[in-house]
C-alpha cells in the first residue's frame, strides 16, 4: 500500500503531539482522508481510533508510572466520558457539525488568550475546588467534553487539559495525564461503535499504532522531563493551529 509511509509518518507526529497536549487526530485524520479517499467517513474515524487508542494507552501508562495521577479527578470523568462520548457518536446523524464550529472556534480562542496572558495558570498544583465537589464537576466535565469528543473530536483534549487546569488547579502536566486517562476511555467508547459495523481498516490501523505509540513514548518522555512549562506551550501551538484550521474551513471551505 504505496499510502502507508504517509500515514505511518503522520502516526508518529500525531502521537507525540497527543502524548504531550492533546489535539493528535489534528495531523492523523487529514493525513487518513488525504490517503484514502475512497473509504467512508465512519470508517476514516475509525480507523484513526483504532490506530490512536494504542499511542494513548501507552501516554497514559507512563505518565501513571512517573507521576501522581489525580485518580479522584480521572475516574469519575473517565466514567462519565465513556457514556456520553458512545451518545455523541450516535448523535452525529441527526445534528449538524456547522452548529458546532463557530462556537468551538470562539472557545478556542478564549482558551488560548486566557492561556496566554496568565503566565503562572497551569503551572503549579493548587486546587481550586473543594473535594466534596471534585466528583460532580469531574463527572461533568466528562459528559460534556466525552458527547464532544464522540461527535466532533478535534480539540478535544486540549479542552480536557484546559479543563483540568482551570476548573481541578492541575498543572499542565498532570492535566495532560489525566487527560490521556479520559481520552482511552472516549475511545474505546467509539471503537464500540466503530468495530461491530466493519469500519476499520486493521492492517492500516495496526501499522499506523506502532509508529503512533513511538511518537508517544518520545511525546511522554520530553513531558516528563521538561514538566508542566514545556506542555503549556505545546498546548499554546497546537491549539493556535486548531485555530487556524478551524477559522479557515468556517470562514471560507464552507462558503464555497
Known amino acids: 500500500m ?15 503531539v497527543d502524548a504531550v497536549a492533546g489535539g493528535g487526530g489534528l495531523i492523523q485524520v487529514p493525513a487518513l482522508f488525504n490517503a484514502l479517499p475512497a473509504e467512508t467517513p465512519a470508517t476514516i474515524f475509525g480507523t484513526n ?25 480521572a475516574l469519575p470523568a473517565s466514567a462519565s466520558a465513556f457514556v456520553f462520548s458512545f451518545v455523541g457518536a450516535a448523535t452525529v446523524a441527526w ?15 478564549a482558551v488560548v488568550a486566557y492561556t496566554l496572558f496568565k503566565p503562572d495558570f497551569g503551572k503549579l498544583q493548587g486546587r481550586t475546588l473543594p473535594a466534596t465537589k471534585l466528583r460532580s464537576y469531574a463527572l461533568t466535565v466528562g459528559a460534556v ?5 464522540g461527535f466532533f473530536g478535534p480539540g478535544a483534549g486540549s479542552f480536557m487539559i484546559f479543563a483540568f487546569v482551570g476548573l481541578f488547579g492541575l498543572d499542565f502536566l498532570r492535566a495532560s495525564s489525566a487527560a ?14 466503530f468495530v461491530p459495523n466493519g469500519n476499520m481498516l486493521w492492517a492500516t490501523a495496526f501499522t499506523m499504532a506502532v509508529f503512533n505509540i513511538a511518537g ?27 485555530i487556524g484550521k478551524f477559522g479557515y474551513d468556517t470562514l471560507f471551505v464552507q462558503t464555497l
Open 216 to 242: 508517544a513514548f518520545v511525546g511522554t518522555r520530553l513531558a516528563l522531563r521538561h514538566g508542566s512549562g514545556f506542555v503549556r506551550w505545546v498546548f499554546l501551538a497546537v491549539s493556535a493551529v486548531l
Open 2 to 16: 504505496s499510502e502507508l509511509p504517509l500515514l505511518a509518518l503522520a502516526a508518529l507526529l500525531a502521537g507525540f
Open 49 to 73: 481510533k483504532g490506530s490512536s487508542i494504542f499511542g494513548t494507552a501507552n501516554a497514559a501508562w507512563r505518565y501513571t508510572r512517573r507521576i501522581a495521577m489525580p485518580w479522584d479527578i
Open 180 to 193: 490521556k486517562i479520559v481520552n482511552l476511555t472516549t475511545n474505546a467508547a467509539a471503537l464500540t461503535f
Open 95 to 109: 445534528l449538524p457539525k456547522e452548529v458546532v464550529r463557530p462556537l468551538v472556534l470562539v472557545l478556542m480562542v
Open 145 to 149: 467534553l466525552g458527547f464532544y469528543d
